[in-house]
C-alpha cells in the first residue's frame, strides 16, 4: 500500500461531520487523545480500523485512503452523466454512473474528459434498420488505435471494445441512444450528439456536399487516396 490515512484528512471529515475527537472515538473504542494523536500526526490508526473509520464518516474505505471523497448526486442513475475510466498499464475500461474512487495496477484513475471529434478523429454514423453503424476513419496499428465505442442513452450504455488491427467501427441498438463515445489510446475520449453524426441516406444527406468533403478529408489523413 503506497498510501494511508492521514490526520488531516480524519480531522478534515471529522470537521465536516460536526463530530468531535470525543464522538469519533466512542464510535471507534479508542480515546479522544487517540484521535488527538492522529490529527496531530503523532501516530496512525491500526489498519484493522480502517473500515469503522470510513462507516463513521459514511464513506469507502478507497475514499478515506485516497483522500479523494466522492459524492455522487447521481441518485437517479442517468446514463447521460456516465463516466469512463482507463487504465494507462493494461487499458483496463471502467464505466460508472457517476464519479467513482477507482484504482488499477496501483493507480488511483481520474475521469476522462470527453472532447468533440475533429478532424483526425472523424466519427460516422449511419442508420440501418433499428440499429445505428458507425464508422471512425482512423488507425488500428498496435500502437495507435481506437480502444472502444459506446453509444448512451438515459438508461441504457452499449459498449464494444475494439483492438489493434481490426476494424474501427461497431453497431448499436438505437432505442434512445442520444451520445456516441469512442477512445484513441493517444488522444482520450471524444464524444459526439448521435444525431449530429448520422448520415442519413433517405434524407439525401449522404449526398450533400458537406458530407462529401468530409469523406474526402478523411481519405486524404488517412492515405485513402
Not at 442508420?127 to 498496435?142: A, F, G, L, N, Q
Amino acid at each position: 500500500m503506497n498510501q494511508y490515512v492521514t490526520g488531516a484528512a480524519i480531522r478534515e471529515l471529522r470537521e465536516k461531520n460536526k463530530m468531535t475527537q470525543l464522538q469519533l472515538a466512542e464510535k471507534l473504542c479508542v480515546s479522544d487523545k487517540t484521535i488527538s494523536k492522529w490529527e496531530t500526526g503523532k501516530g496512525y490508526p491500526d489498519i484493522t480500523l480502517l473500515e469503522p473509520i470510513a462507516e463513521a464518516f459514511r464513506i469507502s474505505v478507497t475514499e478515506l485512503i485516497s483522500g479523494n471523497t466522492i459524492h455522487n448526486t447521481n441518485v437517479s442513475a442517468n446514463m447521460m452523466r456516465s463516466k469512463f475510466y482507463v487504465c494507462p498499464v493494461c487499458g483496463n475500461v471502467i464505466h460508472s454512473m457517476g464519479e467513482a474512487a477507482i484504482h488499477c495496477h496501483g493507480i488511483q484513475l481520474m475521469p476522462l474528459e470527453a472532447e468533440s471529434t475533429d478532424e483526425h478523429h472523424i466519427i460516422f454514423i449511419e442508420r440501418v434498420e433499428d440499429e445505428y453503424y458507425v464508422r471512425i476513419d482512423h488507425s488500428m496499428t498496435k500502437d495507435h488505435y481506437i480502444s472502444f465505442v459506446a453509444a448512451s442513452s438515459s438508461d441504457d450504455m452499449q459498449m464494444v471494445k475494439l483492438y489493434p488491427e481490426g476494424s474501427a467501427e461497431a453497431r448499436f441498438k438505437i432505442r434512445g441512444v442520444r451520445k456516441v463515445f469512442f477512445y484513441c489510446n493517444r488522444d482520450g475520449l471524444f464524444s459526439i450528439d448521435a444525431v449530429k453524426g448520422i448520415d442519413d441516406k433517405q434524407s439525401g444527406y449522404d449526398d450533400s456536399e458537406e458530407r462529401r468533403e468530409l469523406e474526402r478529408v478523411a481519405d486524404m489523413l488517412f492515405g485513402k487516396e
